[in-house]
C-alpha cells in the first residue's frame, strides 16, 4: 500500500500554517447535491394538506399553521429572492433582509461552484433564539423561509419545510 506524500514541514516563523494542497477543494468536481432522505420526513410532508385550488395567501396561511404545528416558532416569514415578504407573523424586517442577503450569497456560491446550492442555515441569536433559514427554487421563482425557535431543527425537517414551500409556490392561482 502506497504510503501518503508528507505535508510540507512549517516553515520557521510561519505560525505553523502549511500551504493549500493542490488539487483539493477547488479543482475537485463538486459535490452531489444532498439527497433529502425518506421515512419520517416523508410522513411529515404528507400532513400538509392544501386546498385545491386555493389562492396563495390561503396556501401560505395554511402551511404558516403547518410549520407552526411542527416547530413551535414565535416569528415566521416567507419572502421572494429581493426581500419581499410575501407573508409574515411576528417578524422583524432585519430577519428578512438578512434572508434576502442569504439568498444572494447562495446565487454568488453557485456561480463559483457551477452547481446547485440547496441553502439552509441557523443563526443563534441572544436568549436562546435561533434563526433558521431556508431558500428553495419553485415554479414561481427563488423564495426564502424564515422563521424563530429555541433550538436548531433537525435536517429532515428542513427538507420537509422546503418540499412544503415548493408546493406551495407552485401551484397555480
Partial sequence: ??????????VAGDGGFQPWPAGSLWSSPPPAPPVAPRGAMAGEAEGLRLPSGAPLQVRLKTYFAF???????????????EGFVLMEKNSDPVMVAVAASFVSLLDRLHSCLESPILGSVSIDLDRG??????????????????????????????????????RVMSEAD
Fill in 1 to 10: 500500500m502506497a504510503r501518503p506524500p508528507a505535508s510540507p514541514a512549517p
Fill in 67 to 81: 410549520i407552526l404545528e411542527l416547530t413551535g416558532c414565535r416569528r415566521l416569514f416567507v419572502a421572494d429572492a
Fill in 129 to 166: 433564539q435561533v434563526l433558521e433559514l431556508l431558500q428553495a427554487d419553485t415554479a414561481l421563482g427563488r423564495y426564502i423561509l424564515g422563521f424563530v425557535v429555541s433550538q436548531p431543527v433537525r435536517r429532515e425537517l428542513v427538507h420537509t419545510l422546503r418540499e412544503g414551500l415548493v
